[in-house]
């Protein structure tokens, strides 16, 4: 029997068919994209997760927070503007105002509430931004190799965010701050940031080379102290991204008027020569006029052997406790390198004589020799200033031959509209060139100028 199911009425108390029943959440504009590691050691950042975000929805980061964020934060920094603040793009994991508003935006985008966890924010009355973040990216390859052979989601850790941290806790090896192919450093987020990619060239980051290492019996004893840094900055993200309650203001100095106590009754002059830092500074950490840098107070908590986080939460057992004083240099050295004058002589004078349009730099014959670009210069300092010069003078010609074609489309810019009956104004002469950022310069200006005096 055929039965006309848009005749059939529902029943009046039927709770199935009440619409309140199925009443629909409220859709988000962005997609509900879930950050990975919270409540562990990796929990991402919140660069990371903007480029993620703009990649799912098949844009690079700077198209979606221009199209999407602008609207929401309209402030003079221009936050959703990445070619405004591409190089404090830094401060988006930190825990400044810039953080504060990009998590805002992004979660009224997102409908989520856990953005403040891939920042630094939660951690704001504890440590002073200052030396606290890298001014940019660095990465663990076999991190990034281990992401992709596993099929898992690729992403950075908050972690590698820390201008501390220098050796991934996991696999024992340097972070990496170079493109292994163009040689580049990558700003934390820029308009066409790309999950694992160079922002640069394009390529992968995953690819491991075996210098990164540390396997030499010379540093062994800083091999320890860095890796001591990773895990226990780890672990104050893991605490972080839990959800935990986080310690005040004042935690600080409490915590370190205990230590004073316990190992100089009380005097802060001995202890302050004791740490080997200035006495007037630990008498302003103690009365809590000034914070310690994270550094400064990873190093008390490594001479006490405590966690950062049981430092900062008073679970201080100092009974048993042996204060071992730091180290003056707690710095990572790599193993000196044995250099062959005459043949490094000889390869600096070959790449002089080369015809290579363009020449070399000096990071880039460095890099291709295989020595630090100061050991190179130690060396041969007049070949490298030549080496230099050369490369001075290619870039000044190209800048020069840049300014030449720009001037050029402005002109023909200028013609184009006063023939189609618009006024050529700057921002219109803008929008058809190649490099609307060029009218920084006076002779671009003036050749704007000059193109509408001839009309």
């Not at 959440?25 to 562990?40: A, N």
């Not at 903007?50 to 309209?74: C, D, M, Q, W, Y």
């Not at 825990?95 to 924010?121: C, F, P």
């Not at 007037?280 to 990873?298: D, I, M, R």
Request: net charge positive; charged share 20%; proline share 6%.
């Amino acid at each position: 029997m055929n039965v006309d199911v848009t005749q059939i009425q529902p029943y009046p108390n039927d709770e199935l068919w009440s619409p309140e029943r199925f009443s629909l959440p409220p859709r988000s504009c962005l997609h509900h994209l879930e950050p990975i590691g919270i409540g562990t050691s990796m929990v991402e950042s919140l660069s990371s997760y903007v480029t993620r975000l703009a990649h799912s929805h098949g844009v690079f980061a700077g198209i979606l927070l221009e199209k999407k964020l602008k609207p929401l934060i309209n402030k003079r920094y221009g936050v959703a503007t990445l070619n405004k603040i591409a190089h404090y793009s830094k401060a988006l994991n930190g825990m400044g105002i810039m953080a504060e508003d990009l998590v805002r935006g992004l979660s009224i985008l997102t409908s989520r509430q856990d953005l403040s966890l891939l920042t630094l924010l939660h951690w704001s009355n504890l440590f002073p931004t200052r030396q606290l973040l890298r001014s940019s990216r660095a990465w663990c390859p076999l991190c990034y190799s281990e992401q992709f052979q596993n099929n898992k989601i690729c992403y950075e850790p908050l972690l590698w965010s820390l201008k501390i941290v220098q050796v991934c806790p996991k696999h024992h090896i340097f972070l990496v701050s170079s493109c292994p192919d163009c040689g580049q450093k990558n700003l934390p987020l820029t308009g066409r940031s790309q999950p694992g990619c160079c922002s640069k060239c394009g390529a992968w980051l995953g690819n491991y080379d075996e210098i990164h290492r540390i396997s030499h019996p010379s540093y062994l004893s800083d091999l320890e102290w860095e890796l001591w840094k990773g895990i226990n900055v780890g672990n104050l993200l893991q605490k972080s991204s839990s959800r935990l309650s986080f310690p005040k203001q004042e935690a600080i100095a409490e915590a370190l008027n205990i230590c004073v106590s316990h190992f100089s009754q009380g005097n802060i002059a001995l202890w302050a020569r004791q740490l080997q830092v200035p006495r007037n500074t630990l008498w302003l950490w103690c009365k809590g006029k000034n914070l310690p840098t994270l550094q400064a107070l990873l190093k008390i908590c490594y001479c006490l052997r405590i966690s950062v986080w049981d430092f900062v939460h008073h679970n201080l057992d100092l009974s048993n406790s042996t204060f071992v004083p730091p180290k003056l240099d707690l710095k990572v050295r790599s193993p000196s390198q044995q250099v062959n004058k005459s043949s490094l002589e000889m390869s600096l004078k070959l790449l002089l004589k080369e015809n290579r349009e363009p020449p070399m730099s000096m990071e880039e014959v460095a890099r291709q020799l295989g020595y630090d670009r100061r050991t190179i210069f130690r060396h041969c300092p007049e070949l490298c200033r030549l080496v230099s010069a050369k490369y001075i003078k290619y870039q000044k010609r190209t800048h020069i031959q840049k300014l030449d074609d720009c001037c050029a489309e402005v002109r023909q810019a200028v013609f184009d509209l006063h023939t189609q009956g618009k006024y050529p104004s700057e921002a219109k002469v803008a929008q058809l060139i190649s490099r609307p950022s060029f009218f920084r310069y006076k002779r671009v200006r003036k050749a704007l100028q000059e193109a509408r005096q001839s009309l």
